[in-house]
């Protein structure tokens, strides 16, 4: 029977959460580098037992951290991050500039099919690479120096490069998100950028329709139809269906469209899951209710899914990189809270129970299935 293995990055340690295919009985590992905040752990699909972890101090700055035998022992590497040009300014609408800083990794995503190769997004909004395991890593810098970088700002979580996408398909092709400038597109390996945010619209910047300056919180794609891409963004729940060349509205009878987590289930492509938030001036479930939405028609039409989960008095969030689903059958559906809550679905979102209660905040989760 597979095994599974939860990572998850909070904001006073990592934390390891293993269980059979059953998913029932888990047992909890950590907390990994004790009162250190973990913005992000994830393994390799290629080296299941590779773990990257990005560990942030105010004090200490950041340090890169891996590990070869699944989160048993680990040990820093490549904490220099090698910029191909001057980090230079960026500026908000007013004009004021401001100087390109470097202050946390915000997410990496392991390459598909090369265990050494690791893109890491960053805060201020950068992409790097590493080809090495992370001993190194250098900047890819068609996409800061992209025409439209010095018009990038930061939204209330920092200027930072949260998420990025691979095509299964094509190595040349991948896509990027920015708070808040929106997404990016590359079909070169990031030799060239290009903005993909035409159909988005937001009210709370100076021009709502522009061509960046978009507060995207998350995108998602299934492997099985790469043009197919959605997003959670600060309101509205969108889909694309030309490889983000153009977005259209999906939010159909959701309660509000505010939230930060989107993911697809693992073998129907039709079929994904968002939460919704109240505000963004109010970050906790609609009524104080906790509850995921999904739709298994690509959106417009949404359930609820609250069995198991905190009907009422529930007022914790769930961030952006806090949400995961694993590959067995019937696909199994993860998130985690800021309130140190870790809940699981091993029926695609009909029934949740909490794995545990009481973590610190939680970042991020991501999910490996084992043999």
Not at 53 to 71: I, L, Y
Not at 258 to 273: K, Q, R, S
Request: charged share 20%.
């Amino acid at each position: 029977m597979s095994r599974i293995r939860v990572l998850v990055g909070t904001a006073k340690g990592g934390f390891i959460l293993t269980s059979d295919g059953l998913r029932k009985a888990w047992t909890v590992e950590g907390p990994h580098f004790a009162g250190w905040e973990i913005y992000h752990m994830i393994g390799s699909p290629v080296a299941p037992d590779r773990i990257f972890a990005s560990q942030t101090s105010g004090w200490f700055g950041q340090v890169v951290q891996r590990s070869e035998d699944g989160g048993k022992t680990w040990e820093a590497v490549g904490n220099e991050f090698a910029y191909a040009s001057t980090p230079g300014t960026h500026q908000w609408y007013d004009g004021t500039p401001h100087p390109w800083e470097f202050a946390r990794v915000w997410h990496f995503e392991p390459s598909l099919s090369d265990p050494d190769t690791v893109f890491a997004g960053v805060e201020d909004a950068g992409l790097f690479k590493t080809t090495d395991g992370g001993s190194t890593w250098s900047e890819i810098a068609g996409l800061r120096e992209n025409e439209t970088g010095r018009r990038w700002q930061p939204g209330a979580g920092g200027m930072c490069l949260h998420t990025i996408v691979l095509d299964p398909t094509n190595d040349e092709r991948m896509w990027v998100a920015i708070s808040a400038a929106g997404v990016f597109k590359t079909d070169d390996a990031g030799a060239t950028w290009s903005p993909a945010n035409v159909g988005l619209q937001s009210n709370y910047i100076p021009d709502p329709d522009a061509f960046v300056g978009h507060c995207v919180h998350r995108i998602a794609l299934h492997a099985e139809r790469p043009n197919v891409l959605f997003m959670q963004k600060h309101w509205d729940v969108m889909r694309s269906d030309d490889g983000a060349e153009t977005w259209h509205e999906i939010s159909g009878n959701l309660p509000t469209d505010f939230g930060f987590v989107v993911d697809t289930h693992a073998h129907a492509p039709e079929t994904l899951y968002v939460v919704p938030i109240t505000s963004d001036a109010h970050h906790f479930p609609p009524n104080g209710r906790l509850a995921v939405y999904r739709s298994r028609v690509g959106g417009n039409e949404w359930e609820e899914l609250g069995a198991g989960l905190p009907e009422r008095d529930c007022y914790v969030n769930v961030l952006r990189e806090a949400m995961a689903v694993d590959d067995l059958d019937p696909c199994g559906i993860y998130f985690g809270t800021t309130g140190g809550q870790v809940y699981v679905s091993s029926d695609e979102g009909d029934h949740w129970s909490a794995i545990v209660h009481d973590l610190p905040r939680v970042l991020s989760i991501e999910v490996q299935t084992l043999p």
